[in-house]
């Protein structure tokens, strides 16, 4: 099956520094999102990007599905941006299975 | 409106108990999902119901018993759980490939 990898697995940021997250895919897909998993459990959507550039406030994602990667990128970063972020992918059509990456824990502190 | 609720928010239950969860959405979705979180871990899919049926069982074991009355609504029945199915379980709803996740149910098997 697919694999992801996620990198790196735990970062701690100063407030207002940024920050590059990875995600690598062994495989084509048709479907990746990232996600945020706050303290609380709760996951929220960021981006659903299975190719191409998005942006949406202080953070964007950009993947390249020819090279089976994709990057979030977060700047001024907030204590409020803690949390684990995920990448999920999905290679068939859509209701397919959704694969999720390890996560990269994020800490920011003020 | 992208919201999915879930409750209740947290259960604890006996290894003889009968208890069920439930998730909803009214955004329209055709496909809901079960996932099972364990701690520092990603999400990892168990069920996928499309259109009302099941079409997806990752080899859950049969203490575990979905059920989707309608295609708005989401069951999973617990019976004779063990302490290692404490878990977050979370449930999604998509209309296509983007996921959009519930806050999740917190389960401890006595």
């Known amino acids: 099956g697919i694999q992801v990898e996620q990198s790196p697995p735990d970062l701690i940021l100063q407030e207002g520094a940024n920050s590059t997250l990875r995600c690598n895919f062994s495989d084509s897909v048709n479907n990746l999102q990232w996600f945020h998993q706050n303290p609380w459990g709760q996951l929220i959507n960021l981006f659903y990007i299975p190719s191409g550039t998005k942006q949406n406030g202080r953070l964007s994602a950009t993947t390249v599905a020819t090279e089976r990667y994709s990057l979030l990128y977060i700047s001024s970063s907030q204590t409020t941006d803690s949390g684990v972020y995920f990448c999920?992918?999905?290679?068939?059509?859509?209701?397919?299975?959704?694969?999720f990456g390890p996560g990269t824990s994020l800490s920011v502190i003020p | 409106d992208t919201e999915v609720t879930q409750t209740p928010k947290h259960l604890v239950m006996g290894m003889t108990n009968k208890k069920s969860l439930k998730c909803e959405q009214h955004?329209?979705?055709?496909?809901m999902y079960w996932y099972k979180q364990k701690a520092k871990k990603p999400p990892e899919l168990m069920f996928v119901y499309s259109y009302e049926k099941l079409s997806i069982n990752e080899s859950v074991p049969s203490r575990f018993s979905p059920e989707c009355p309608n295609s708005s609504l989401l069951n999973l029945h617990l019976h004779a759980l063990q302490p290692e199915d404490s878990a977050l379980y979370l449930c999604?709803?998509?209309?296509?490939?983007?996921?959009?996740f519930g806050p999740g149910t917190r389960l401890t098997v006595t």
């Open positions: 955004m329209g979705h055709r496909a």
């Open positions: 999604a709803s998509s209309r296509e490939y983007e996921q959009y």
């Open positions: 999920a992918v999905e290679r068939g059509t859509s209701y397919d299975k959704v694969i």
